[in-house]
């Protein structure tokens, strides 16, 4: 076996180095510089645990360097940098960073706290009730942003680590520490181009890699003792119940726990199948996999490998134990003879049927080597080491600092189940793509402590459905099973929802993984990513883009009692936008967008589609018994929204190891749409409209990596009923066509087209009449106000439209937002009004 080595690169351009004899300037771009001080002289050309590129394809920067006064200056069209030569200092070297608005602290100062910093992550939310510090990301408010490397240990390659560590390496490469302890800095003077800066972090730091398709389905995980019959009851439930999953997670005690004589110390590390629960590991998890599941075990390796597991015998033997002695084998991360050891182990239960491991370390960040933290060391071999003999390599573990997006997916920890931990999750996610880390997985629920709140729950399913990784998880008490049939029938059909429409998102998430793996850019993005300029992308935590086509702003507070629904504040980019559910229209004329409250009941949240946005889905009625299902799907949904034009790239790929992708596997559909329709009612009311069309080209590229008809189900959400034309390379044929009208969803159907087809649809578009009245009385239905004030109400708003929500206020109760029995006093809450106010302003 040939042990996989991580891609490095990590010697810099010359042509960009300005050195002295104890200092280094490297200009990586014209906006990110790397700054050396070693006392002795000898400088780190290394990979480091962060770093493993540093010459940019060759690129050399513009700059200029000039010594002046004993000062050296370097200039390039977005930085100037002063220097005196001599050991750091806050007066002796400063960046000012060029064409920062809105920022009086655009010039850094060496050693300067980072105030404007926009923050990253953090290594857990084990515990964590609400918020908690995050780390440093590589983007500011003020323009600059530093991070240190200084204390990273290096990667060499192994013949080099065994003169370090006196042992034979099988290993290509290995970690060990700076010979030296200098000062390493990188600093990102990006300004307020954000993407541009996180995208030159992963040129850094290595890229993020493409993960397999399973991955972004739904995991079933909880902390309990399942036995082999239960957890297949469960599976099969699912099943009946048309739940889609495509992970199954097996906690801890699939391993020996109680059973562990205590003179070898706890069960909490183990490697030894438990008979009892689990009597046919393998049969056990083939059976999981028939079922179209991939599996993953959870392990604690603190305590290494001791005499009572099944592979004691082997593992002692090859660290020169006699395994009669029942000497434990010491966990030793440092070690190459044990590593060695351990994977073997590792890979005789991987030969049962174990698809990829759960690294579930808790032990603290120590080992015998310098500034080598445990979990960075576990998450670096486990994902090399997984993705050996051409396997598609994938680990679950915690974040170890900048650079751990190279090692996904990540694991959140076990979060208190509150409001306030499910309010923290979606700006906690985001802002961990400042630091490159896009594949978070939460335990969606909440794990553990909290209190039982269906409608909480139901609002983390929601969350979950629009989250990097979806994985339920809950601890083991029997009152916090996350099975959406043991809640009530409201908050079971949204959990339902929920999981379903996750699955169906299969081709647009599959499709943004690739898109993140190439350009660069995370599934789930902060708002201000797009809008650095405009303040308004600031002030909605909750709020993000969720790849090309989408912007999600989850309920994370409760309802309210007055109006029956939750509420989210939003902010929408000028645009048309239109909701990704039910196709009203969004206005947000002004050049600053538009902030507004929307309100949503139990069975919806806030998302909402660019318009000429096309999201392509598959649909769940093809499974027919294979709901796991991970296929390239024959059956295609592909909503688009109108008023703009807009195109899409469908990727998929043959399911080969795609880790670092290879376009050679890939297969593209283009999809455009353009858009000549009018606004509302223009189809309706008989004016002239140009034709809108929509067009699947051909499959281009890898064509046996999809089926080779497809059917395909087109949807023009929020348009008016028209009549529409399909050709399939420019022949008609006939084409089942429907209309929703509480969606304004217009679908047309073609089935067995040929991949090798260009698909054209044709039709006099509109976006659909807007029903605020409509809407509005649908709000004040479910208000729980008194009858006067719903009747009055409502006959202001017929009368008045928007400009009724001025006299709406006059019927405001200041006293009391509880109906009242004094029949002559009509009121109405505050809640009520604004609720109203959504339908009626949206357009506006």
């Known amino acids: 076996m040939t042990f996989p080595q991580l891609a490095t690169n990590p010697g810099m351009n010359p042509a960009s180095v300005i050195q002295g004899d104890r200092w280094r300037v490297g200009v990586l771009t014209e906006s990110l510089i790397r700054l050396e001080w070693q006392g002795d002289g000898h400088f780190e050309d290394h990979a480091t645990q962060m770093v493993v590129d540093r010459d940019f394809a060759g690129e050399t920067p513009r700059f200029t360097q000039t010594v002046r006064d004993g000062l050296l200056i370097v200039d390039t069209p977005a930085l100037r940098l002063t220097y005196d030569m001599q050991p750091f200092s806050k007066e002796g070297l400063s960046i000012v960073v060029k064409g920062v608005a809105n920022s009086q602290m655009n010039t850094w100062h060496y050693g300067d706290v980072q105030?404007?910093?926009?923050?990253?992550?953090?290594?857990?939310l084990d515990e964590v009730n609400g918020e908690t510090e995050l780390g440093l990301?590589?983007?500011?408010?003020?323009?600059?942003?530093?991070?240190?490397?200084?204390?990273?240990?290096?990667?060499?390659?192994?013949?080099?680590?065994?003169?370090?560590?006196?042992?034979?390496?099988?290993?290509?490469?290995?970690?060990?520490?700076?010979?030296?302890?200098?000062?390493?800095?990188?600093?990102?003077?990006?300004?307020?181009?954000?993407?541009?800066?996180?995208?030159?972090?992963?040129?850094?730091?290595?890229?993020?890699?493409?993960?397999?398709?399973?991955?972004l389905g739904n995991w079933w995980s909880r902390y309990h003792r399942y036995t082999e019959a239960e957890y297949l009851e469960l599976v099969d439930r699912f099943e009946q119940e048309g739940l889609p999953f495509t992970t199954a997670v097996i906690d801890m005690d699939w391993h020996l726990v109680d059973d562990v004589d205590p003179k070898y110390g706890s069960g909490w590390t183990g490697y030894t199948w438990n008979r009892k629960f689990f009597p046919d590991p393998e049969r056990f998890q083939r059976t999981l996999h028939e079922h179209g599941l991939k599996t993953t075990l959870n392990v604690h390796p603190r305590d290494g490998i001791r005499a009572f597991e099944d592979g004691y015998d082997e593992v002692a033997e090859s660290m020169g134990l006699d395994p009669k002695s029942e000497e434990p084998v010491e966990f030793d991360l440092t070690s190459?003879?044990?590593?060695?050891?351990?994977?073997?182990?590792?890979?005789?239960?991987?030969?049962?049927?174990?698809?990829?491991?759960?690294?579930d370390w808790q032990q603290g960040g120590v080992t015998r080597q310098k500034g080598l933290d445990p979990l960075w060391m576990l998450n670096h071999m486990h994902y090399l080491d997984s993705g050996r003999d051409g396997h598609w390599p994938l680990t679950f573990s915690r974040y170890a600092g900048p650079g751990s997006h190279r090692y996904p997916v990540g694991f959140s920890g076990d979060t208190v189940v509150t409001w306030e931990s499910l309010k923290f999750q979606p700006y906690f996610t985001s802002t961990a793509s400042n630091i490159g880390y896009g594949w978070w997985s939460h335990d969606i629920g909440g794990h553990m402590f909290g209190y039982r709140d269906e409608e909480l729950e139901a609002r983390w399913y929601q969350l979950g459905t629009f989250s990097p990784i979806n994985r339920l998880h809950s601890t083991d008490s029997p009152f916090n099973g996350k099975e959406p049939w043991n809640f009530h029938a409201q908050t079971e059909a949204a959990m339902d929802m929920a999981l379903r429409l996750r699955h169906m998102l299969l081709p647009y998430l599959y499709t943004m993984n690739w898109r993140a793996a190439v350009e660069g850019r995370p599934l789930v993005e902060p708002m201000y990513w797009q809008s650095p300029e405009n303040v308004n992308a600031?002030?909605?935590?909750?709020?993000?883009?969720?790849?090309?086509?989408?912007?999600v702003a989850p309920i994370v507070t409760p309802a309210d009692r007055d109006v029956q629904m939750a509420k989210a504040d939003v902010w929408l980019p000028r645009g048309t936008w239109f909701d990704f559910f039910t196709g009203r229209r969004y206005e947000s004329r002004s050049a600053n967008g538009r902030k507004f409250e929307v309100w949503r009941g139990l069975d919806s949240m806030p998302v909402f589609a660019k318009a000429g946005g096309i999201v392509p889905l598959q649909q769940l009625d093809e499974l027919n018994g294979r709901e796991n299902s991970v296929d390239n799907p024959v059956h295609l949904e592909v909503l688009i929204f109108p008023g703009a034009s807009g195109a899409f790239t469908l990727k998929e790929d043959d399911g080969s190891n795609q880790a670092r992708p290879d376009t050679s596997a890939l297969a593209s559909t283009s999809m455009t749409f353009t858009w000549h329709g009018g606004g509302e009612?223009?189809?309706?009311?008989?004016?002239?409209?140009?034709?809108?069309?929509?067009?699947?080209?051909?499959?281009?590229?890898?064509?046996?990596?999809?089926?080779?008809?497809?059917?395909?189900?087109?949807?023009?959400q929020g348009v008016a009923r028209t009549d529409l034309a399909v050709t399939v390379d420019g022949e008609p044929v006939e084409a089942r066509i429907s209309y929703d009208a509480d969606t304004f969803g217009l679908s047309v159907t073609v089935a067995n087209v040929p991949i090798a087809a260009e698909v054209v649809i044709s039709g006099a578009l509109a976006i659909a009449d807007d029903p605020a009245i409509e809407d509005a009385f649908r709000v004040l239905y479910d208000a729980q106000i008194d009858y006067l004030?719903?009747?009055?109400?409502?006959?202001?708003?017929?009368?008045?439209?928007?400009?009724?929500?001025?006299?709406?206020?006059?019927?405001?109760?200041?006293?009391?937002?509880?109906?009242?029995?004094?029949?002559?006093?009509?009121?109405?809450?505050?809640?009520?009004i604004q609720a109203v106010a959504e339908p009626l302003l949206r357009t506006a």
């Not at 105030?115 to 857990?124: F, Q």
């Not at 991070?147 to 680590?161: F, H, L, M, T």
């Not at 008989?686 to 499959?699: H, K, N, W, Y």
């Open 538 to 551: 600031y002030g909605v935590e909750q709020e993000f883009r969720f790849g090309t086509e989408l912007i």
């Open 115 to 124: 105030r404007g910093n926009l923050r990253s992550t953090a290594r857990t």
């Open 336 to 359: 190459p003879r044990f590593m060695n050891a351990y994977f073997q182990l590792h890979h005789r239960l991987e030969a049962m049927g174990t698809d990829f491991w759960w690294l």
């Open 681 to 716: 009612n223009t189809a309706i009311a008989g004016e002239t409209a140009d034709l809108s069309r929509f067009v699947i080209a051909p499959v281009s590229g890898n064509t046996a990596a999809v089926p080779e008809c497809r059917t395909w189900t087109i949807t023009f």
């Open 789 to 832: 004030t719903k009747e009055r109400a409502y006959s202001l708003i017929r009368e008045n439209g928007a400009g009724a929500l001025g006299a709406l206020h006059t019927l405001e109760s200041h006293a009391s937002s509880h109906p009242r029995h004094d029949f002559d006093d009509s009121h109405m809450p505050v809640s009520v």
């Open 137 to 215: 990301g590589v983007i500011s408010h003020d323009g600059w942003a530093v991070i240190d490397d200084s204390a990273s240990n290096i990667i060499v390659d192994g013949a080099e680590a065994a003169e370090v560590k006196g042992e034979t390496n099988p290993f290509g490469t290995w970690v060990v520490p700076r010979d030296n302890d200098g000062i390493d800095l990188y600093f990102f003077g990006y300004g307020h181009r954000f993407i541009e800066a996180v995208q030159d972090f992963y040129r850094l730091t290595g890229p993020t890699p493409l993960l397999p398709r399973f991955a």
